[in-house]
């Protein structure tokens, strides 16, 4: 007489088992379901490169002193709190000191207590402690974004009395970080929380007189964790005179020209997750702006009406091309036909709220779709 085979549990009923377990429940994150979402740039160029805006996880922005890191996450986190509500919290951990009432005056960020949070703080331990703290006890089931400005102003607890003249641990601040990446990114994601670490580019000095030219000439500090961790790397770039926008642009020369009104902020793909990585992205900044209206809007929108060929420059004269006449007619919306110079088209679109956000959304929609 054969022996009844014992039917073996599916591959599937296993995996539900194990997942089920208390025990093994504190340690997977299979039943949180990801919170997907994009925050905006506010700006439409670099929307568009990161494929809709900054999804949750873990996210680097390096760059030169004064290229626009500060500046750019905290347009993120203005909008992270627009999207989320009551439910959306921005911890901003200021390490440096350079993060003044002026800056928060300019970026238009909401400083609710419940919203927004300062924390002063430069130790490495700690920082990471408030972070894990906030993302494991959450009862009010808040999103969180936090941003640690800068990682390289961080020190660790046993460097922080040391004499002066002694020397902090070598990759003791990168040794940290990556243990707290490794133990954090996951739960982050997962949660739906996001995270943006800023850091700074050094000079890389060449002490092999044979190496190979012609590759990256800086170095972020902090080691390679965040590298591997990180869901985008945006490297802001060094900016030029070619990069200054001038209120006579058409002038031969840069006393002509007068001073700058504006400049482009041009950020490198160092490393993202739609295949943009080693393109960059540029968009205009408008001095002297505050509530967050620091991206030029209307000159963005000029750069795309060059880019789809909707407008025509013939010497100084600007024209509007019939395909966008037509439908900005079947919207019942009005713009001449031409414009004499760049600066009274964008007069135009700054003082028409309107027709300028129906040409920003209208462009978003179209890129989206190529």
């Not at 995996?15 to 093994?24: A, E, G, P, W």
């Not at 880019?307 to 600007?318: R, S, T, Y």
């Not at 036909?337 to 129906?358: H, M, N, V």
Request: some cysteine.
């Amino acid at each position: 007489m054969s022996k009844i085979k014992k039917e073996q549990p599916k591959t599937t009923d296993q995996i539900s088992k194990f997942l089920n377990d208390k025990d093994n429940q504190k340690y997977h994150y299979n039943f949180h379901e990801a919170d997907e979402y994009k925050i905006s740039s506010g700006s439409l160029n670099l929307d568009i490169a990161m494929g809709g805006g900054l999804p949750s996880g873990a996210h680097r922005f390096t760059g030169i002193n004064e290229g626009g890191k500060t500046s750019c996450a905290i347009a993120f986190a203005r909008n992270f709190q627009k999207h989320f509500g009551k439910k959306g919290m921005v911890i901003y951990i200021k390490s440096e000191g350079r993060f003044s009432r002026e800056m928060i005056e300019r970026s238009g960020i909401d400083t609710d207590p419940e919203k927004f949070f300062v924390f002063d703080c430069n130790i490495f331990e700690k920082v990471f402690e408030l972070v894990r703290e906030l993302v494991f006890q959450n009862e009010d089931d808040k999103k969180y974004m936090f941003i640690i400005d800068s990682v390289d102003a961080l020190c660790r607890v046993g460097d922080i009395n040391k004499p002066f003249a002694e020397s902090e641990q070598v990759a003791g601040g990168a040794l940290i970080t990556s243990v707290f990446l490794k133990k954090m990114v996951l739960p982050i994601s997962k949660m739906g929380h996001t995270m943006i670490l800023t850091s700074q580019v050094r000079v890389e000095v060449a002490t092999n007189p044979y190496a190979a030219r012609g590759g990256p000439k800086t170095k972020e500090a902090g080691g390679n964790a965040v590298k591997h961790y990180a869901n985008f790397i945006l490297e802001f770039q060094e900016r030029y005179n070619s990069d200054l926008i001038f209120k006579n642009p058409s002038a031969t020369t840069l006393d002509a020209k007068g001073e700058p009104i504006g400049h482009y902020c041009k950020i490198k793909f160092r490393k993202s997750i739609n295949e943009k990585t080693g393109s960059t992205a540029r968009y205009p900044i408008k001095y002297g702006q505050k509530s967050g209206k620091s991206v030029w809007r209307a000159r963005e929108i000029l750069d795309m009406l060059y880019l789809f060929n909707l407008i025509e420059k013939k010497g100084a004269w600007i024209s509007i091309s019939e395909d966008l006449m037509k439908e900005l007619e079947i919207k019942k919306m009005k713009i001449n036909d031409k414009f004499q110079g760049e600066q009274r088209l964008i007069d135009f679109l700054e003082g028409d709220e309107s027709l300028c956000d129906f040409l920003y959304q209208d462009f978003k929609k179209l890129t989206n779709a190529l």
